[in-house]
């Protein structure tokens, strides 16, 4: 046989996702198929979309599961809420607000966009003036964007997009679970996330929830039941350009129609649910605090070696350090150097951070003790090995520090 089973290598993910799976997760993902319509099949679609209610704090009845990684969510978010020729917002701040661009542009949108430096976050009076003057249908956000570390404040948005009839939607992929996060309270109309972060599974498939102001530009855009368009009727020219991600037809595959779409992922499904039950069990409210102080001891941590944060700090997300790479050291000989011999992977950048910036997880399952202090030992170590003056012990005892105040 040319190909062994599979047996990957013992790894500790400390990047920015994916990040080790719960054992937990990993074992309801093992578990046997049921048909399609089987009532447990059903069931277990229900239960997930209770149980992702609560993991957005929202009590939209939209709320579901797209098939795919998280720019599934995205795309199939923007496809369903962009008619062509709307007038769409994108503040961007990071590389998940160009990918917001991107997709925005595919869609026919005119988009404009606008900036800050990476590393920083808006004003919102900022986002509110220029929704004054590009009257959007849409503003598009994200809340953690990875690439630079921050999270994006989203209170107040809501208020100011319902004003000027403009519609809300956010990418909170990387932040949900471990960062404060209120569909509901902060008047988002479209959410979508993915598990391969703080919610500790695999990437793979994309939550998503939607208001009922976003479910009814859906509905209006409707073109076809259960994918059949009758011989004879016109296409409509606004009709949604995508059938995988027409949310019109997910929605009533996962609604008291059923009508078939696609057929579901249902071992993702289960991840899915698995990842959601988890986090409820040890609250949303826990589980935010233990991404902070995790996030809080690996930042600490990597002062404590003499080495500088990056981004705005009073912004910055609980499950992600961004940490500026030495003057003279090759960040990427570091990082194969700590997979190499200590199994440990920590994160690059991308774009204008690329070569400058490493970014450090402390999410999901790894948003350990352990893994924090083990990850700091080896930097540690590897960072002496290329030639820094790395305190001794400077890492773990900044990191010691942090978990004794917190007793
Ligand atoms: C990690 C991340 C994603 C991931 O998208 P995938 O399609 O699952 O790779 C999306 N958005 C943000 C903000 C992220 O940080």
Same mark, same amino acid.
């Given at each position: 046989?040319?190909?062994?089973?599979?047996?990957?290598?013992?790894?500790?993910?400390?990047?920015?996702?994916?990040?080790?799976?719960?054992?937990?997760?990993?074992?309801?993902?093992?578990?046997?198929?049921?048909?399609?319509?089987?009532?447990?099949?059903?069931?277990?679609? /229900?239960?997930? @979309?209770? =149980?992702?209610?609560?993991?957005?704090?929202? *009590?939209?009845?939209?709320? $579901? %599961?797209?098939?795919? !990684?998280?720019?599934?969510?995205?795309?199939?978010?923007?496809?369903?809420?962009?008619?062509?020729?709307?007038?769409?917002?994108?503040?961007?701040?990071?590389?998940?607000?160009?990918?917001?661009?991107?997709?925005?542009?595919?869609?026919?949108?005119?988009?404009?966009?606008?900036?800050?430096?990476?590393?920083?976050?808006?004003?919102?009076?900022?986002?509110?003036?220029?929704?004054?003057?590009?009257?959007?249908?849409?503003?598009?956000?994200?809340?953690?964007?990875?690439?630079? /570390?921050?999270? @994006?404040? =989203?209170?107040?948005?809501?208020?100011?997009? *319902?004003?000027?009839?403009? $519609? %809300?939607?956010?990418? !909170?992929?990387?932040?949900?679970?471990?960062?404060?996060?209120?569909?509901?309270?902060?008047?988002?109309?479209?959410?979508?996330?993915?598990?391969?972060?703080?919610?500790?599974?695999?990437?793979?498939?994309?939550?998503?929830?939607?208001?009922?102001?976003?479910?009814?530009?859906?509905?209006?855009?409707?073109?076809?039941?259960?994918?059949?368009?009758?011989?004879?009727?016109?296409?409509?020219?606004?009709?949604?350009?995508?059938?995988?991600?027409?949310?019109?037809?997910?929605?009533?595959?996962?609604?008291?129609?059923?009508?078939?779409?696609?057929?579901?992922?249902?071992?993702?499904?289960?991840?899915?649910?698995?990842?959601?039950?988890?986090?409820?069990?040890?609250?949303?409210?826990?589980?935010?605090?233990?991404?902070?102080?995790?996030?809080?001891?690996?930042?600490?941590?990597?002062?404590?070696?003499?080495?500088?944060?990056?981004?705005?700090?009073?912004?910055?997300?609980?499950?992600?350090?961004?940490?500026?790479?030495?003057?003279?050291?090759?960040?990427?000989?570091?990082?194969?150097?700590?997979?190499?011999?200590?199994?440990?992977?920590?994160?690059?950048?991308?774009?204008?951070?690329?070569?400058?910036?490493?970014?450090?997880?402390?999410?999901?399952?790894?948003?350990?003790?352990?893994?924090?202090?083990?990850?700091?030992?080896?930097?540690?170590?590897?960072?002496?090995?290329?030639?820094?003056?790395?305190?001794?012990?400077?890492?773990?005892?900044?990191?010691?520090?942090?978990?004794?105040?917190?007793?």
């Amino acid at each position: 046989m040319p190909a062994g089973p599979i047996d990957p290598p013992a790894r500790l993910l400390m990047g920015p996702g994916p990040i080790s799976m719960y054992p937990r997760v990993l074992q309801a993902m093992s578990a046997q198929l049921v048909g399609q319509y089987d009532p447990f099949m059903t069931a277990t679609m /229900t239960e997930t @979309q209770a =149980l992702y209610r609560e993991v957005f704090a929202t *009590r939209n009845e939209a709320t $579901l %599961l797209v098939d795919g !990684t998280s720019r599934a969510g995205i795309e199939a978010a923007l496809v369903s809420l962009i008619t062509p020729g709307d007038r769409v917002l994108v503040p961007r701040f990071g590389r998940f607000g160009h990918l917001l661009v991107e997709i925005a542009e595919r869609c026919g949108a005119e988009v404009h966009a606008i900036d800050v430096p990476w590393g920083e976050v808006f004003d919102p009076a900022a986002i509110e003036a220029a929704v004054r003057e590009v009257r959007p249908a849409l503003v598009a956000i994200v809340h953690g964007d990875t690439s630079t /570390t921050v999270a @994006q404040p =989203l209170e107040g948005l809501g208020a100011i997009c *319902r004003e000027h009839g403009a $519609l %809300l939607y956010c990418d !909170t992929t990387a932040s949900l679970g471990g960062n404060d996060f209120r569909t509901d309270e902060w008047g988002l109309d479209a959410v979508t996330a993915g598990l391969q972060k703080c919610l500790g599974g695999p990437s793979g498939s994309a939550p998503i929830t939607l208001s009922e102001r976003a479910v009814a530009v859906i509905e209006s855009r409707k073109s076809i039941e259960a994918g059949i368009r009758v011989e004879g009727d016109p296409v409509r020219q606004d009709r949604i350009r995508s059938n995988y991600f027409d949310l019109g037809q997910i929605l009533d595959y996962w609604g008291p129609k059923r009508l078939n779409h696609h057929t579901e992922a249902t071992t993702m499904l289960y991840g899915a649910r698995e990842c959601a039950r988890i986090l409820l069990e040890e609250g949303l409210d826990a589980s935010v605090a233990r991404h902070r102080l995790h996030g809080g001891a690996m930042l600490a941590g990597v002062q404590g070696l003499g080495l500088e944060p990056f981004g705005d700090l009073a912004h910055r997300m609980t499950n992600v350090v961004g940490v500026r790479i030495p003057e003279g050291v090759v960040g990427d000989a570091v990082r194969a150097e700590l997979l190499a011999d200590y199994g440990i992977e920590i994160g690059t950048s991308f774009g204008p951070l690329h070569g400058k910036v490493w970014r450090i997880g402390t999410m999901g399952y790894n948003a350990r003790r352990d893994a924090v202090l083990v990850t700091l030992a080896a930097l540690e170590a590897v960072l002496r090995r290329h030639g820094v003056g790395v305190p001794t012990g400077g890492g773990t005892e900044a990191a010691l520090d942090v978990y004794r105040a917190a007793a």
